[in-house]
Structure formats: C-alpha cells, structure tokens
C-alpha cells in the first residue's frame, strides 16, 4: 500500500509541476540540472532536429527510449516482488509465532526472517532499489519537457505543446491510460484490492486534474508512459501465469 501511495505522491508533484520551471539551458547551476534536467533536454532537442522540429514525435521517442532503458530495473522489481509474495504465507506464520512486542521476541522475529529470506535467496531491499533509480531519471525527463523553451513553440496533431488541450483530450487518455495500467498491475495482490480500490480511482482523477493544468507537452509525455506500462503489465501478467503454472505443474 505505502508503495501505491509514494506513486500518487509522486505523480501529483510532477503534474503540479512543484518546482522551478525557469528554462534549462548549459548555464543551469546545480547537481540536479546539470546532470540530469539538461542531458534529457539536449536529447529532446537532438531527436527534434531529426524529426524535422516534430517535438511531439521527439516527446514520444525519447519517453519510449527512457522506458525501453529501465524494463531491466522493472523486471528485476517484479520479480523481487513475486519472490517475497511466495514468501508471504511463512512470514505471517512467524509473525503468529512471535507476536509479542517485547524487544527479546521482536529480535528473535527478524532473525528467523532474516533466515527465511536467505534460504530462499531473496532480499527483501531489492524490491526498493529499482524504485529508487527509477524516480530520478522519470523527473528529469519530465522536467527537461517543462523546461525546453523550442518545445513550447511548435505544435502536435491538435495541439500547442505549450499550451494546455484545449479539448481535454490528452488528460482523458492520461487518466484512462493510468486507471488501466494500475489495473492490471501483476504486483496488485488479489487480497490487497479491498484496500486499492479507492487508490485505483483517486490517481486516474489526480492524474486528469494535473493533466488539465499543464501544457500539451507534458500530457502527451503521460499518456505514451501510461501506454507504455499497460503493454507493461500485460507482458508481466503473462510472465506471473506462466510462473504459477509451472510451481503448479
């Protein structure tokens, strides 16, 4: 639940664009900029001059790329993630077993755990790290679509890239796009839906409202990594049936 929460958090802070938005150039100062922010903007810009000054078709490159890149970081999340599901039920029998909140038994829990996770070879921090990684280079590219002043200029299909959809039609798709992929997230365990039900609803409306607000560019940069991640999750269910029927086999 606390991961689905850092991802509303997340989204909600990047479509609010709830940091400094002056134009990113080679003179930005900072660790920030310089190294992350401005990398992003010269290959936005060096993808535009391909395309003929096309910034949406270079929008929907670079995301695809930055995308394609990390699939490693999130297979290796998953799997973590299907690592510690198997786990599950012997982790609540120790928990049953040392349920007592005394520091002598809480110390006794986390050593029979710890055992548990290495006679199964998992690591129960490596399900954090991709995570970790990820945020970063996701806001940059975000970022670096803010603040790329010839992105402003040109225009996409129905669009100004910056301005705001005049139409609504980018936030609609941004909202459905993330409502989707949430849904058919592998990670979301069966019991866990109860509790994901109102998450399943509040992001996609979060989503929109900050979609709406925002140029062109942006929400175009949403609905490709939302479609991204429901290709994404499809490909991982597949992989999550397959496991189950061979341990079932």
Known sequence: MKKWVLVLLGAVLLLSGCNRNEPINEHSQGIWNHYFVYPMSKLLLTLGHWFGDNYGIA???????????????????????????????????????????????????????????????????????????????????????????????????????????????????????????????PSMAEEQMPQMAMMLYIMPVMIFIGASSVPSALSLYWVVGGCFSIIQSLILRSQLKAAKAAENS
Request: aromatic fraction near 10%; glycine fraction near 2%; hydrophobic fraction near 45%.
């Open 59 to 185: 929008i929907i490159v670079l995301t695809l790329i930055v995308r394609f890149c990390l699939l490693p970081l999130i297979l290796k999340q998953f799997r973590a993630s299907l690592a510690m599901q198997k786990l599950r039920p012997e982790l609540l029998k120790l928990q049953e077993k040392y349920k007592s909140k005394d520091p002598e038994t809480q110390r006794k829990l986390q050593q029979e755990m710890m055992q548990l996770y290495q006679k199964h070879g998992v690591n129960p921090a490596s399900g954090c790290l991709p995570v970790l990684i990820q945020m970063p280079i996701f806001m940059a590219l975000y970022y670096a679509i803010s603040r790329t002043q010839e992105i402003k200029t040109h225009s996409f299909l129905w669009v100004e890239l910056g301005h705001r959809d005049p139409y609504f039609i980018l936030p609609v798709l941004a909202a459905l796009t993330t409502f989707i992929s949430l849904r058919l997230s």
